[in-house]
Nanobody, 120 residues
Framework: VQLQASGGGLVQAGGSLRLSCAVS????????MGWYRQAPGKQRELVAG???????NYAGSVRDRFTISRDGAKNTVYLQMNSLKPEDTAVYYC???????????????WGQGTQVTVSS
């Protein structure tokens, strides 16, 4: 199973970015997908998550600014980030909670991370 994230970059405060993450490989079923981030000197934190039924949850600091969505046919999850702030600067990691076969339990898989830098 591979997760390929893209879309990070440098943006000014108030700007927008859209992250994408495609899951490929041996996939039996995907339970949920999400985005985490880790800023220097801080722990990795959940930014947003979405289940296969479309239920979403967000960190309080990004609610009303970020929107998570998914394309089930493409096994892809997106994170639209608007009104970005300098404190959003971090490495963003894609996560998928899935079964790679009918004999396996759900487990977490991680992408390689993409840098988001917001300048003031």
């Amino acid at each position: 199973v591979q997760l390929q994230a893209s879309g990070g970059g440098l943006v000014q405060a108030g700007g927008s970015l859209r992250l994408s993450c495609a899951v490929s490989g041996s996939i039996f079923s995907i339970n949920a997908m999400g985005w985490y981030r880790q800023a220097p000197g801080k722990q990795r934190e959940l930014v947003a998550g979405i289940t296969t039924s479309g239920d979403t949850n967000y960190a309080g600091s990004v609610r009303d600014r970020f929107t998570i969505s998914r394309d089930g046919a493409k096994n892809t999850v997106y994170l639209q980030m608007n009104s970005l702030k300098p404190e959003d600067t971090a490495v963003y990691y894609c996560n998928a909670f899935l079964r790679s076969s009918g004999y396996e339990a759900n487990r977490h898989y991680w992408g390689q991370g993409t840098q988001v830098t917001v300048s003031s």
